[in-house]
């Protein structure tokens, strides 16, 4: 599947707006205590189907964050333009950026961009089908701890990400639907 000319100018429009606010100054507050740690736990992605995954994040950089997940989930699949729907396993990488431009004593705000990729695997008439899957997107979000507990970081994200993928297996028209809108949401133990 080939990305049009429209979406990708929308995508790169969102991804200028983005990083337009994240350079926007830091406004108050003090650094809080997860800057400099690394955090590991659980993040959840929301994109029609639900995905679960283990991550990594860490602001290590200052303002400036890095985080890897890995996500599993079983998501629907229409087959030939909505005809029927069969079940695919989808393990997804996705490694995203993220700056920071709002530091307060226990919550941060920040914008960032994503990259993922991943397996799917569809079973189709008792026939395993699979093929790989790209994401691109941008997303906003925030992290907070609580004042007892500086240690446990709460996050939520939501973004726009455009996939692209073989849209076309064995002469069969697949539609993945993980475009569009996604929320995430995890908890870290920074170390």
Not at 52 to 79: K, P, Q, T
Request: proline content about 1%; charged content about 20%.
């Amino acid at each position: 599947m080939v990305m049009s000319a429209k979406c990708f100018a929308r995508l790169v429009v969102l991804t200028f707006l983005v990083f337009g606010l994240a350079a926007a100054p830091a406004t108050a507050g003090d650094e809080n205590d997860i800057s400099g740690k690394t955090g590991l736990g659980y993040q959840g992605m929301a994109v029609g189907s639900f995905l679960n995954g283990i991550s990594l994040r860490s602001w290590a950089l200052g303002n400036v964050g890095l985080e890897g997940n890995l996500f599993y989930g079983g998501i629907d699949v229409d087959i030939e333009n909505g005809s029927f729907t069969a079940d695919a396993d989808l393990y997804l990488f996705e490694g995203k950026a993220m700056y920071a431009f709002i530091v307060k004593e226990n919550s941060r705000f920040y914008a960032g961009g994503k990259f993922g990729w991943g397996r799917f695997d569809v079973n189709l008439n008792d026939a395993g089908v699979d093929g790989d899957i790209f994401s691109l997107g941008a997303f906003i979000g925030s992290e907070w701890n609580f004042q007892g507990i500086p240690e446990l970081g709460f996050n939520f994200d939501v973004g726009y990400s455009y996939n692209w993928y073989d849209d076309e297996i064995m002469d069969t028209d697949i539609d993945i639907s993980l475009d569009g809108i996604s929320a995430t949401f995890g908890i870290h133990y920074y170390f």
